[in-house]
């Protein structure tokens, strides 16, 4: 019988594509769009005020919400940390990414890339929470500081508007702290698979030109790699956007856009606001997706 049925099936190529996509195509149908289509569709109702139901209804007033002062500060803030931790971690992830692509041996590279990839082997959670311990006034960070007599610094960045706060471990400073560590490997892997994408003959060809090592990389190696660079933002400012996690852990009283969409429809019990915030980390991810694209970025995922 399993003979029969593998020659049927090898006569009937349609078939096993049919068979082999369905699954996947029917989750991404019904489960994903559908739940992003049902947030598109509630989203045009409205919370009726003075009795606290839905009114099925389509209407722009949740929308126009959206553009309250307290709601676009919301969005300021956690594009604006998104596109912070984006670049710090391009910072810090390209030199990584470009020793490990260019000068170690096969061997090192896998311990490296084990290396890189090693947190995301524990929780989530566990990570987050081990960065409240150690950026809490009792933590290692401000031990350190008060070690070298330099609890001043700390003290006077702290106490900057906009950033500190009672601690590092309640402030905007922790959080980017903490978003920049969690988020790190998804920015180094995609840099190193374009770094080893760039042919060594190009670099032998400039260096055969007269061009020195700055010359090299400026000219030759960044903008090669540079779709890796916008693969791994796309990570990192998708995953920032959306997170409620860190902020409700190591923030303050100033709502992330995740947050304000767990409000909205746990406390408040304002679902089609909360469906009307959600839309718009996808409509801003639907534009980077769009421009990222055109730079190359898939190419390096």
Request: hydrophobic share 50%; glycine share 12%; no cysteine.
């Given at each position: 019988m399993l003979n029969r049925a593998s020659t049927y099936l090898y006569q009937r190529p349609k078939l096993i594509l049919a068979l082999l996509l369905g699954p996947p195509m029917f989750y991404m149908l019904v489960v994903y769009?559908?739940?992003?289509?049902?947030?598109?569709?509630?989203?045009?109702?409205?919370?009726?005020?003075f009795t606290g139901l839905v009114v099925r209804q389509?209407?722009?007033?949740t929308y126009a919400q959206l553009f309250s002062a307290t709601n676009l500060g919301i969005f300021g803030r956690t594009a604006g940390m998104a596109l912070v931790v984006t670049i710090a971690d391009a910072i810090i992830a390209f030199p990584l990414a470009y020793y490990i692509a260019r000068y170690s041996s096969p061997k090192a590279k896998t311990y490296l890339y084990i290396a890189v990839t090693l947190p995301l082997w524990s929780s989530y959670l566990v990570r987050v929470y081990a960065w409240k311990l150690i950026l809490a006034k009792e933590g290692i960070v401000s031990w350190f500081f008060n070690l070298f007599g330099l609890q001043f610094v700390l003290d006077?960045?702290?106490?900057?508007?906009?950033?500190?706060?009672?601690s590092l471990s309640l402030s905007p400073i922790g959080m980017f702290i903490a978003f920049c560590y969690i988020w790190l490997p998804y920015m180094i892997v995609p840099i190193v698979t374009a770094l080893e994408r760039v042919p060594k003959s190009l670099l032998e060809a400039s260096s055969d030109l007269g061009a020195n090592?700055?010359?090299?990389?400026?000219?030759?190696?960044?903008?090669?790699?540079?779709?890796?660079?916008v693969a791994g933002s796309i990570f990192t400012f998708s995953l920032t956007l959306g997170d409620f996690i860190v902020p409700q852990v190591l923030g303050n009283s100033r709502f992330f856009i995740g947050q304000a969409v767990y409000s909205y429809q746990g406390t408040a019990g304002n679902i089609p606001l909360a469906a009307a915030m959600t839309m718009g980390p996808v409509f801003i991810m639907v534009v980077y997706l769009l421009i990222a694209r055109r730079m190359g970025a898939f190419d390096a995922l």
């Open positions: 769009l559908g739940s992003l289509f049902a947030l598109l569709v509630n989203s045009f109702f409205y919370l009726e005020e389509f209407t722009l007033r006077g960045l702290l106490s900057i508007p906009g950033i500190g706060g009672s090592a700055a010359q090299t990389f400026r000219n030759v190696i960044l903008p090669l790699s540079f779709p890796g660079v």
